[in-house]
């Protein structure tokens, strides 16, 4: 009875090892992307599905990496923390570069160029970006760049926090532009044209507020993935199949 307990023991560990293992490779094999999927073209909702610019670039990372991706979806200023502890792998948001950022994740090579544009009423007072003064209320989606630079002070370009009203959608800070609650909207120039297009009376300004650009977000610690992402990355762009996607959802203008 004692070798046919011991027997059962044994057996099961060797299950439970090959369980956990198991359960690993399949991990390994799972490319976990968070984003903000209210960005449109970059990632956005087509039915029940995220789609856009980002989610098929990582579609391509990923089959290049031979690993399935997984998009989660969730506010964007959360999406930094989450790659830091682990919860994802990547960040992919339309999402900037800064030296803040630079101080908690690393980021891959660029590939792509975002602009800040300025959204107002017809009619409005703000005819460029000049005109906007601390006295303006600044719509912005918070811990976007838009949030950042508009949120500085004026000494450093920005409007002061008080000028700054932060949503957790573009598309709230849009709403609140059509109700008046706020004078304009900073957000990225792609998303700005969505956003006007689906709102009568909404304009862009011809000047923009600033020029930047988007890369992927990996965990300091994850020097190995960051390496492996730039690599296939690289390739993606050297063979055009970025600017390929890229035109896919921005015509050339």
């Known amino acids: 009875m004692k070798k046919i307990i011991a027997l059962a023991l ?22 976990t992307m968070a984003t903000n999927a209210t960005f449109p073209p970059y990632e956005f909702y087509e039915g029940e599905k995220i789609v856009g610019i980002d989610a098929e670039i990582a579609a391509k990372i ?6 399935e ?13 989450g790659v830091q502890t682990g919860k994802y792998d990547i960040g992919m948001a339309g999402m900037t ?7 908690t994740v690393n980021f891959s090579t660029t590939y792509a160029t975002g602009v800040q ?7 409005s007072a703000i005819k460029t970006v000049d005109d906007i003064t601390p006295e303006h209320k600044i ?20 409007y002061g926090e008080d ?4 949503f957790n959608k573009g598309t709230d800070a849009v709403a609140a532009l059509v109700s008046g609650k706020v004078d304009c909207v900073i957000i990225d120039n792609e998303p700005a044209k969505a956003y006007v297009a689906a ?13 930047e650009d988007y890369a992927i977000c990996v965990a300091k610690d994850n020097e190995e993935l960051l390496e492996k992402i730039n690599t296939a990355l690289e390739g993606l762009i050297a063979d055009g199949t970025v600017e390929e996607i890229v035109n896919k959802y921005i015509s050339a203008e």
């Open 139 to 158: 719509g912005v989606q918070q811990d976007t760049t838009g949030h950042i630079y508009a949120s500085d002070s004026v000494e450093n370009g920005g």
């Open 62 to 67: 990923a089959e290049k990496l031979g690993m």
């Open 117 to 123: 544009a300025i959204i107002v009423p017809e009619g």
């Open 199 to 211: 709102n009568d009376g909404l304009v862009i300004l011809d000047t923009e507020y600033v020029t």
């Open 10 to 31: 044994a057996l099961a560990t060797i299950c439970c090892f090959f369980t956990a293992c198991g359960g690993n490779a399949d991990e390994d094999k799972t490319l």
């Open 97 to 103: 570069v800064t030296e803040e950022r630079l101080k």
């Open 69 to 81: 991706l997984e998009i989660q979806d969730t506010e964007f200023g959360s999406i930094i923390a």
């Open 163 to 166: 000028a700054v009203v932060p």
